[in-house]
Every structure is written in C-alpha cells, then in structure tokens.
C-alpha cells in the first residue's frame, strides 16, 4: 500500500502532499527565494487549532487519571450539543481522537491503554462512550500490529493481530448497537472495522446508509467510504469520486462542503489528487467557499484551499489566497517555509 503522509490538524482532515506543479517538484537541495514584493514569510500558529489541543489536552488527562465519570458527562455533553469548532471539525470525534495512542509508542504503552479501556467498560458496562472507545482503540491497535506495509510485506502475526484485534472492535460495537443514547461515533468506528474486515459493497454500503441517517452532516463517514472504495482497497478507478458527487444534494447534508473536505483528504494519496483523479477541482472550490462563509475564521482552511488551487492550476485564485495570506504559513498544511515558498512563487510568477 502506497505511504500517506498524515498530519493531526482539522482532524481528518488537511493532508500535507508535495506540491505536482513543475516549478515546485525538484528533488535536490535548494534554497528558495521570494519573489520581489512579496511579505516575508511567517510560520503561525492558528487560533482554532489551539483550541482544540486545548481541549484534546484536557480530555486526555482524565483518560489517563481513569476519571471515567467526568469522560462519560462529558461524552455525553458534547452529544446533546452537536457542537463544532470553528473549522467545522466535530468536538465529538476529537473526544476520541484525544484517548488514542500514538502510533510510535511501544507496546507497553497500547497494553497500558488496553488495560485502562478494560477497566472503563467494567466500571461503566452499558455505557456507549466506553464501548466506542474501546472498539476505537482496538482498531488502532489492529494497524499497529499490521503497520502500513504492503500486504504481501505483512508478517503472518502482523496478520494474525491485526484480524484478531479487529474482530474484538467488532464485538464491542454489535455489543453496543442497542445502547442509548445512540453516537454518530459508532458507525465511524464501524465503517473502519468493515474496511480493514473486507466486507463486501452491499454490506459497506448498507452501514454507510444508516450512518448518513443517523447524521447526514457527519462528513467523517464520507472520508471512510471514499478509503473503502480507492483502488487499493476494494474499489476501481473513478469510484470514490462518482460516489462523493452522489452526496452533493443528500437532504440535511452540507452539500459541497462534504464534497471539498473529502476531496482535499483524499489529496494526501496523490501528488496532485485533480490531475490522478477524477476528483473535481470545481466542486471543491465549491465546497471551499461554502466553508469560508461558514467558518471565517479558520486559517487552515483558508490555507488549505490556498493549497489546492495551486494544485488544480488556478493561478489568479491562487495569488487572491495568498495574498489574503499574507506570509502567514502553517506547519501542518505546508510542511515548512520553503515548500510554501515553492507554492507561492508559482502562483506570482507570469
């Protein structure tokens, strides 16, 4: 299976890929010049995203205290509310994005996490939030023992956990199927367990019907059907993006918006998702502006957007972006000073 490089920004989010445009796709060492005129370059923090540390921070350290009280009235809360950050990232999932375990971590670290979530549902055994969490866990816990290599590079006990630890995921979830309140969570850890499982289209697709209903705007299960079905997986080429354009007018939906934040998820699978794909650069642009509206204030977003137009060969959208930028880059969207360099130059140059 082709590397993805992964960031932990926007949460499923803004994906870094090396620049496909032919000023900006050199190999050796070099140091990159601004062009005249345009502001030096400044690597900043975004207010939103500190927010959500803020919050990630909080909510790990009464994981690691086992406070199991406070997870579940908090788990809770942010249910009833249906709340967002300001760049549109669901509160919820960043609750359980913030007990996982880091891929790097030794064993000893995943077999401490796993006691903690034994102890969880035990502690609280009707409880939803600790079941997801559980299941979560376990999912990652399967890919850490089977890594990213090539499925013939797996190794037989690579192999043998992987299933294992997803089929205990999936006993976890069925388990809690019945459970109140239901979580839109639930469905995203079991669209992961079908994925990794191989189940077939019908059943796949019969699950991601029932997620949409559940909640129409939870764009995270659009990411998971569009991995589902990439040529690497289970699907053909042109799949994944004739499904996504079917989601554009879903009743209750975000429309474009879907559309846009899949599309520039996906993008972390190409050098250029518009140009190996059959991705739409003018839905997404769509979809981008529709978020701009929405979430004004997200400097990722608007520096993702920025990203993307370069890629899709947008040059006069792309110098409006930047400028609007002015010399403001983002770690986790640019990688560094010189690839935003790399990307801004093209975009002035005549």
Request: charged share 25%.
């Amino acid at each position: 299976m082709k590397s993805r490089i992964l960031n932990i920004s926007f949460v499923a989010g803004f994906a870094l890929c090396a620049i496909a445009l032919p000023a900006c796709h050199q190999k050796k060492a070099e140091v990159i010049v601004d062009l005249p005129g345009l502001p030096p370059v400044q690597t900043v923090e975004d207010k939103i995203l500190n927010e959500i540390w803020q919050f990630a921070g909080k909510t790990r350290n009464l994981y690691n205290a086992s406070r199991f009280d406070e997870l579940e009235a908090l788990a809770s809360q942010l249910r009833a509310e249906h709340g967002r950050f300001g760049n549109g990232s669901w509160k919820l999932r960043h609750f359980y994005e913030a007990l996982r375990c880091r891929k790097e971590e030794p064993d000893s670290m995943w077999q401490l996490h796993e006691t903690i979530h034994k102890n969880w549902n035990a502690a609280k055994p009707r409880s939803i939030t600790a079941h997801i969490a559980h299941a979560d866990f376990l999912i990652e816990y399967a890919w850490h023992a089977r890594g990213n290599k090539l499925a013939d590079k797996v190794t037989k006990e690579g192999w043998r956990l992987f299933e294992q630890r997803l089929a205990q995921a999936k006993e976890l979830l069925d388990a809690s199927a019945g459970f109140e309140p239901k979580c839109p969570m639930w469905w995203s850890a079991a669209l992961r367990v079908a994925t990794g499982q191989g189940w077939s289209w019908d059943d796949f697709e019969r699950l991601f019907q029932e997620a949409k209903a559940i909640d129409p705007q939870f764009w995270h299960y659009d990411i998971a059907k569009a991995n589902y079905l990439l040529p690497r997986w289970y699907g053909q080429p042109g799949d994944w993006e004739y499904a996504l354009s079917l989601e554009i007018n879903r009743p209750g939906g975000l429309g474009a918006e879907t559309y846009a934040r899949v599309v520039n998820d996906m993008s972390g699978y190409y050098d250029n998702v518009f140009r190996e794909s059959k991705a739409s650069w003018p839905l997404t642009r769509e979809g981008f502006e529709l978020m701009r509206q929405r979430y004004p204030e997200s400097l990722e977003i608007s520096s993702a957007y920025t990203r993307l137009a370069c890629l899709a060969g947008e040059r006069a959208l792309a110098r409006k972006l930047f400028d609007e930028l002015g010399g403001r880059m983002l770690t986790s969207i640019w990688r560094d000073q010189d690839n935003f360099r790399r990307f801004r130059n093209w975009a002035y140059r005549q």
